[in-house]
Nanobody
Framework: QVQLVESGGGSVQAGGSLRLSCAAS????????MGWFRQAPGKEREFVAT????????YYADSVKGRFTISRDNAKNMVYLQMNSLKPEDTAVYYC????????????????WGQGTQVIVSS
């Protein structure tokens, strides 16, 4: 399994931006699809964005499409989530996740998870 550590969360006003980073270790992630998920208090974990191992395929939840951008740097074993035009409803703990092989939007398909980073968006 690959170990994942997220960073970059924080508090921001609505309309602001944050960039989340996910550092992978243990093995190279170029064969891993990577994803970002989030979980708000009292809600189930939900899909945000995913990217294929090569970076050639991207997929976003409708709620973040056009505002968030997922990217990866396999040479650095890093994955990023650029979040722009943030809304209060984006408030959640954000998790980085990895799965060997093809990309997915299903949390249960991902075998590696980070500890999460908190994002708070105030109105």
């Amino acid at each position: 399994q690959v170990q994942l550590v997220e960073s970059g969360g924080g508090s921001v006003q609505a309309g602001g931006s944050l960039r989340l980073s996910c550092a992978a270790s243990g093995r190279t992630i170029n064969s891993y699809a990577m994803g970002w998920f989030r979980q708000a208090p009292g809600k189930e974990r939900e899909f945000v964005a995913t990217i294929s191992g090569s970076g050639g395929s991207l997929y976003y939840a409708d709620s973040v499409k056009g505002r968030f951008t997922i990217s990866r740097d396999n040479a650095k074993n890093m994955v990023y989530l650029q979040m722009n035009s943030l809304k209060p409803e984006d408030t959640a703990v954000y998790y980085c996740a990895g799965k060997y092989g093809d990309w997915s939007i299903v949390p249960a398909a991902f075998g590696s998870w980070g500890q999460g980073t908190q994002v708070i968006v105030s109105s």
